[in-house]
C-alpha cells in the first residue's frame, strides 16, 4: 500500500496476549517488530499527543503539539487483520531533552523532510529536535470515555 495516499486504519495490533498493542519501541524494529519495519512503514498525522506524569488518580495530562501550531508526523507500521483491516502502531523512542521531563518514551517525530528516507527504508533511528514540541497542562482527554475518533 506504498501509494501515497490517506488511509484509515484501525489503531493497535492485536496479539494473543493484548488486543491492543500501540507502540512499537524502536529498540525491538529489528526483533519483535522487524517485519513490518522493514515492509509496511508508514506515517501517521497528529495534531498532538498526550501523556501523564504524577501520583495515581492526581495525574496531571500534558499536551504536546508542533511548536509551529501545525500537524506531527510521527513513524509509523502497519499490517493487516482479518477481522480489523489494517492497523497501525506507531514507533516510539527514547526522548529528546525537552519530552524526558514528561515520560521515558516519546513518539518517533519526523520532519516532513525526514518522511521521505523513512519511508524508503533510509532511515532507522529517530532523535526528534528538540524545539519541535511546545507542551501545555490540560484535563484528560480520556475522563468520559470518548470515541477514538475523538483523541485525533
Known amino acids: 500500500m506504498d501509494d501515497g495516499l490517506v488511509h484509515t486504519m484501525r489503531w493497535g495490533f492485536q496479539r494473543p496476549w493484548s488486543n491492543a498493542i500501540v507502540n512499537a ?31 495515581a488518580g492526581r495525574k496531571q ?20 487483520h482479518a477481522e480489523h483491516g489494517n492497523c497501525y502502531n506507531m514507533v ?3 526522548p ?18 525526514q518522511i521521505p528516507a523513512y519511508m524508503a527504508g533510509e532511515m532507522d533511528c529517530f532523535r526528534p529536535p528538540e524545539d519541535l514540541l511546545v ?3 490540560v484535563p484528560s482527554p480520556l475522563k468520559g470515555n ?6 485525533f
Request: glycine share 8%; with cysteine; hydrophobic share 40%.
Open 25 to 55: 519501541r524502536e529498540d525491538k524494529l529489528g526483533s519483535v517488530w522487524e517485519e513490518p519495519f522493514a515492509n509496511r512503514r508508514c506515517v501517521i498525522p497528529a495534531s498532538a499527543y498526550y501523556e501523564w506524569s504524577g501520583q
Open 61 to 80: 495530562t500534558h499536551c504536546f503539539s508542533a511548536a509551529d501550531g501545525g500537524m506531527l508526523w510521527i513513524a509509523g507500521i502497519w499490517e493487516e
Open 92 to 94: 516510539t523512542t527514547t
Open 96 to 113: 529528546n531533552s525537552f519530552a524526558s521531563a514528561y515520560h521515558d518514551r516519546m513518539p518517533a517525530l519526523l520532519t516532513v523532510l
Open 135 to 137: 507542551v501545555a497542562d
Open 146 to 151: 470518548p470515541a477514538q475518533g475523538q483523541l
